[in-house]
């Protein structure tokens, strides 16, 4: 099964300077997921930095073991529709299947992954380190946050 932001509900908006990413269904569960790497960001994103966060998101998204539960509740008496939601009595992820962040990543990054040089790297391990899901251009592989320029 192949998997995708827009099944994740998941959407980047990038408006000049400023860029929103939300995940549409599931109650805080993957900013809760992705919140470990997001506390590393030190500093501006370049657009292709941007798009990872999205992909984090989209990533812990599916990967939640217990969705939220969401449903419309109709009181026709006092005209009122309110949403609800029964939520898990905690987050928790699911095995993380990180071949599917790959997939993800590949999808979000485009033809601009045939951009992307690290030193000491081929291209070919660059995108074995993408497909297997373990690629960022967020942190490098001590987890700090990469102040570089991307440009993609």
């Known amino acids: 099964m192949s998997s995708s932001t827009i099944d994740a ?4 908006l990038r408006l000049g300077n400023v860029a929103l990413v939300t995940t549409f269904n599931d109650a ?7 919140m470990p790497k997001l ?26 073991k217990e969705r939220p539960l ?7 008496g006092n005209e009122t529709i ?13 095995e993380l299947n990180f071949a599917l962040r790959g997939r993800l990543l590949r999808d979000s990054f485009g033809e601009s992954v045939k951009q992307i040089r690290v030193a000491g790297r081929t291209q070919q391990e660059i995108e074995q380190a993408i ?7 967020l942190v490098d592989e001590n987890g700090t946050f990469i102040r570089k320029n991307f440009h993609a």
């Open 82 to 94: 309110t949403e609800k939601a029964v939520m898990p009595d905690h987050f928790e992820l699911g």
């Open 39 to 64: 506390e590393k960001i030190e500093g501006s994103l370049s657009e292709i930095q941007a798009r990872e966060v999205m992909v984090d998101f989209a990533f812990m998204n599916l990967s939640l």
């Open 9 to 12: 509900q998941t959407m980047l």
């Open 131 to 137: 497909d297997g899901g373990r690629f960022s251009v």
């Open 70 to 76: 969401f449903y419309t509740e109709c009181d026709m």
């Open 28 to 34: 805080c569960g993957a900013i809760n997921g992705a």
